[in-house]
């Protein structure tokens, strides 16, 4: 059974938004840091964004600050990644990860969404 769910993927034209949902399953989902990947065909698997355990402190990576946001409500045990005024480059399968600190590789993986920008 998967541990988190990714969800909200889809196309876009550049220019649009779309929010992503983590929806984990994970009893303890609140001591996690959630961190939000991303892989183009052909490439590596990039951090793009990361929230602490309790959301007090979140990073990006450099080609989405001012344009995503990434947020958390424990409660109902789901991180979002708002993404606006998006680009083709973003085009991406988007993960998300429950790890021990932002920008780690390790810990729980969904199955990923893709994202699609079109010029």
């Known amino acids: 059974q998967a541990q988190l769910e990714e969800s909200g993927g889809g196309s876009v034209q550049a220019g649009g938004s779309l929010r992503l949902s983590c929806s984990a399953s994970l009893r303890t989902f609140s001591a996690y840091a959630v961190n939000w990947f991303r892989q183009a065909p052909g490439k590596e698997r990039d951090f793009v964004a990361g929230?602490?355990?309790?959301?007090?402190?979140?990073d990006y990576a450099e080609s989405v600050k001012g344009r995503f946001t990434i947020s958390r409500d424990n409660a109902e045990r789901t991180s979002y990644l708002q993404m606006n005024n998006l680009k083709p480059e973003d085009t991406a399968v988007y993960f998300c990860?429950?790890?021990?600190?932002?920008?780690?590789?390790?810990?729980?993986w969904g199955q990923g969404t893709q994202v699609t920008v079109s010029s």
């Open positions: 990860l429950a790890a021990a600190t932002v920008r780690s590789r390790d810990g729980y």
């Open positions: 929230i602490t355990s309790g959301g007090s402190s979140t």
